[in-house]
């Protein structure tokens, strides 16, 4: 009797899981909802675990997120990194006097991405290829829009100071950039480690600590916020366009209550607000825009000397690319013929005495024609 009453239960139990619906659980900033049609009791565990484990989010600002219990789906999709998608930094729109600034900057030393860029320090870019319009709730699509938000949710609002100029490059590219020294507000300084790393480079840490496979921005290990002012043919002009910047420029600050997912469709395309990330632990919740909205101080369309700045750039890069292609393909199938083993079985001997019978064969073929041709001109 008890086996059959252990049977009934385990059947209501599977019953169960298996007519469920749709479940809805809170993670801060937003509510999230996951509907699942009927499906074997161990498919919706997996998605259920994995769900639940990615809505944990860590206190303060370490970016560390613990994924000792997660179980990632074996069918799990994997998304490809795309340089028309970018997290970043902008100064907000409510700061007109800084957009003016740093506009007026970028327009007098010709930056080829006027219209393309706004102003910003690119955290995660290029970034994944993340779709806000999928229906399938709990995709990879949503669960990597969640691990943006909790990111975001661990830094508080920072102010950020342009107060300096940088630049790098080399005999064939120059660039120069405004840097954003970032500190906290008032409010929000309470440690020593946080006058110690500076609130933007633990924001992008936080990030990264989420999104590993976008490390693009990191360079030897390190994260250097910068803000592209614009693109020259070679450093030399990069240097002279920063002397004649600090002319003029004084610092600008803004704080920063929030970052940015943009996305550009097509190559003549503009970087548009595809959602707005709060910081810190707020009321405010991630906004998804769909379509993407322009931020409000853009240009409407790219002016021509813009376009000629952007393609002449872009002739510099492929020319660039091909050569550094062309390179280390060539080294690569050499590299590949040096390790593949050889399918001759001769000794040296055998080989040398091939070597000398083709050399006299050519020689023979080349006296053959040389007379046949002298019969024709006699």
Not at 71 to 80: I, S, Y
Not at 90 to 114: C, F, H, I, M, N
Not at 221 to 244: I, R
Not at 325 to 331: D, I
């Amino acid at each position: 009797m008890r086996r059959d009453l252990n049977r009934f239960t385990t059947s209501i139990f599977l019953s169960g899981i298996l007519s469920v619906r749709a479940f809805t659980f809170v993670s801060p900033p937003f509510i999230y909802s996951i509907r699942y049609q009927a499906v074997p009791s161990q498919q919706l565990l997996r998605r259920t675990m994995a769900a639940v484990s990615n809505s944990k989010s860590a206190g303060g600002c370490s970016g560390e997120r613990d994924d000792s219990d997660k179980e990632v789906p074996e069918d799990k999709p994997v998304l490809t990194k795309i340089h028309t998608m970018t997290v970043c930094m902008v100064p907000p729109p409510q700061y007109t006097s800084v957009w003016e600034a740093v506009t007026r900057l970028r327009t007098e030393q010709k930056d080829p991405g006027l219209f393309r860029w706004p102003p910003h320090v690119n955290l995660l870019y290029p970034f994944l290829d993340v779709k806000i319009t999928d229906e399938h709730e709990g995709s990879i699509h949503q669960e990597k829009l969640m691990l943006l938000a909790q990111a975001t949710e661990q830094c508080e609002p920072f102010r950020v100071s342009l107060d300096s100029f940088g630049q790098f490059g080399g005999k064939s590219r120059g660039v120069l950039w405004l840097r954003p020294r970032s500190f906290e507000l008032s409010e929000n300084a309470d440690s020593t480690e946080r006058d110690v790393v500076e609130p933007l480079v633990r924001l992008q840490s936080a990030l990264f600590q989420h999104f590993p496979e976008c490390a693009d921005q990191i360079k030897q290990g390190n994260f250097t916020p910068h803000m592209t002012v614009s693109h020259y043919p070679s450093l030399e002009k990069a240097v002279e366009g920063q002397a004649h910047a600090e002319t003029w420029w004084s610092p600008k600050e803004f704080d920063v209550t929030e970052i940015y997912l943009l996305k550009r469709v097509g190559d003549d395309g503009q970087f548009q607000i595809m959602a707005t990330l709060p910081l810190g632990r707020t009321e405010k919740q991630m906004q998804l825009h769909d379509p993407p909205i322009p931020f409000p101080d853009m240009p409407m369309e790219e002016e021509e000397w813009v376009r000629e700045e952007r393609m002449k750039m872009k002739v510099r890069r492929n020319s660039k690319g091909g050569r550094v292609s062309q390179s280390r393909s060539n080294r690569n199938q050499k590299e590949r013929r040096d390790k593949m083993p050889s399918r001759s079985t001769d000794t040296p001997e055998v080989i040398a005495q091939k070597q000398a019978e083709r050399t006299a064969k050519r020689e023979r073929l080349a006296r053959n024609a040389a007379e046949t041709q002298a019969g024709y001109n006699s």
